[in-house]
């Protein structure tokens, strides 16, 4: 069960891909903080998937290309919830990208673990 204020492991039922600063999120969510995140879901047109990201309490600011969904949540502890809906296939904090290590090689095209206080707004 998922309790706010609490540290959260990322959990076999949740998004199979997570930013490395969600998951410093998820580790210590802030109930007074919010974020705004791009979730990468299997059907950005779906009412239904979208009614489920909402009743998390986020809110959907925009559809994006490739079923893409920005999103805005004012409650850190409300995360994990949103991490755990099934059609959410990655989440990753909006805004903040660096090359990630994969073994030697950079991969430019994969969000970066960049904790959310540093990162540069658009």
């Known amino acids: 069960m998922l309790c706010p204020n609490r540290a959260v492991t990322i959990e076999e039922n949740m998004a199979?891909?997570?930013?490395p600063g969600?998951?410093?999120l998820l580790e210590n969510p802030?109930?007074?903080?919010?974020?705004?995140?791009i979730l990468g879901v299997e059907d950005a047109e779906?009412?239904?998937?979208?009614?489920?990201?909402?009743?998390?309490?986020?809110?959907?600011?925009?559809?994006?290309?490739?079923d893409n969904l920005a999103v805005s949540i004012s409650d850190?502890?409300?995360?994990a919830t949103l991490?755990?809906?099934?059609?959410v296939d990655s989440v990753e904090i909006e805004g903040?990208?660096?090359?990630?290590?994969?073994?030697?090689?950079?991969?430019f095209r994969t969000p970066s673990s960049a904790h959310p206080k540093?990162?540069?707004k658009r």
């Not at 199979?16 to 930013?19: A, L, R």
């Not at 850190?76 to 995360?79: A, F, R, S, V, Y």
């Not at 991490?83 to 059609?87: D, K, L, N, V, Y």
């Not at 990208?97 to 950079?106: A, F, I, K, M, S």
Request: charged share 30%; net charge negative; glycine share 6%.
């Open 76 to 79: 850190e502890t409300d995360l």
């Open 46 to 66: 779906s009412e239904e998937l979208i009614a489920q990201i909402e009743s998390t309490g986020a809110e959907v600011d925009e559809s994006l290309f490739y």
């Open 96 to 107: 903040v990208w660096e090359p990630l290590e994969d073994g030697d090689q950079e991969n």
């Open 118 to 120: 540093n990162s540069v």
């Open 16 to 19: 199979p891909n997570i930013q």
């Open 83 to 87: 991490c755990s809906i099934e059609g």
């Open 30 to 37: 802030d109930e007074r903080a919010g974020v705004s995140l």
């Open 22 to 24: 969600v998951e410093a």
